[in-house]
């Protein structure tokens, strides 16, 4: 019985630690990578930064993937968007970044700053992608600026430890979200957000004469049975990180519902995270536990084998 009982708590003991340690051991590992990812990214764009008056090979490598990706946009929207029919299209990276000569896989650094965030951003919702930043989905427009385009970026809703778009419903029409590409930085701003099914693929097409980026994200959280949208327009004018550092503007802009298919939030998932981050710390008096059964046997016995001793024993030194 006193096996047994050894046993179970050690058992328990090993469960409260990996409860405890999982989230946080995994997460910081992912955000390693996130800024190791975002750091090889940063490199490879100084690397196209030729001589004045020159161009350096791989700047033309750069300029190359860029009227690329502006001729794909012009296409995907004169084509009404065909190819966007099923979730194999969302995982297929529209270009090979690897004949371009890039020196990172990551295409773009997507910067919340409502949400304390910054994510690599990378081509085609794979789950190697998404499990290591967010994705552009396959069959919308590449992160370059221009109209009639509509670029979807996906994220997973917490992953492995890790926030990812966790925190996506703290987005508000006025916020600011930071797009850097090779080529510049682009501004956009929220301008509503929508729970969709997860076949509603017209709420995230390409709208005629708009710029826009689109967040999407599983919802309700930890549920994922629909889908959280966040649309936001590029902001013309001034508006950078500076000028901006919390992503929070006083006044959003107009059109504040661009979808037609779009729904006001209605359940919110603050409750169900607040819920998930408390719970680990449950681990802690099963921890306790765990090492109060484990130590309990030995002073008792310590304690019993004292009891039985003579006062000689117990007076030799």
Sequence with gaps: ??????????????????????????????????????????????????????????EKNYSGLLTDMQKYNRTLYESGQIGLSDAWSYEQPAFDLDKYGLAADAVAVLHIPVMEQEFPVYLGATKENLAKGVAVLGQTSMPVSGTNTNCVIAGHRGYSGTAFFREIERLQPGDFIYLTTYWEERVYQVESTA??????????????????????????????????????????????????????????????????????????????????????????????LSAIILIWPFKKKKAVGKEGMTNHEKNVP
């Design 1 to 58: 019985m006193r096996k047994t009982t050894g046993i179970a708590a050690v058992l328990c003991f090993i469960l409260g630690l990996t409860f405890l340690l999982y989230n946080p051991v995994f997460g910081w590992l992912t955000q390693a990578q996130m800024r190791a990812s975002i750091a090889k990214f940063e490199q490879g764009k100084a690397h196209i930064q030729g001589l004045p008056g020159t161009e350096s090979a791989a």
């Design 195 to 288: 729970i969709i099914l997860p076949n509603d693929i017209e709420a995230v097409l390409i709208q005629d004469g708009k710029e826009l980026l689109t967040l999407i994200t599983c919802h309700p959280y930890a549920v994922s049975t629909h889908r959280y949208v966040v649309y936001c327009t590029a902001v013309k004018g001034t508006a950078s990180k500076e000028e901006f550092p919390d992503g929070i503007r006083e006044f959003y802009v107009a059109n504040p519902d661009p979808s037609p298919q779009a729904q006001k939030p209605s359940a919110s998932s603050q409750s169900r995270i607040q819920l998930e981050q408390w719970l680990p710390f449950l681990a802690i008096p099963l921890i306790i």
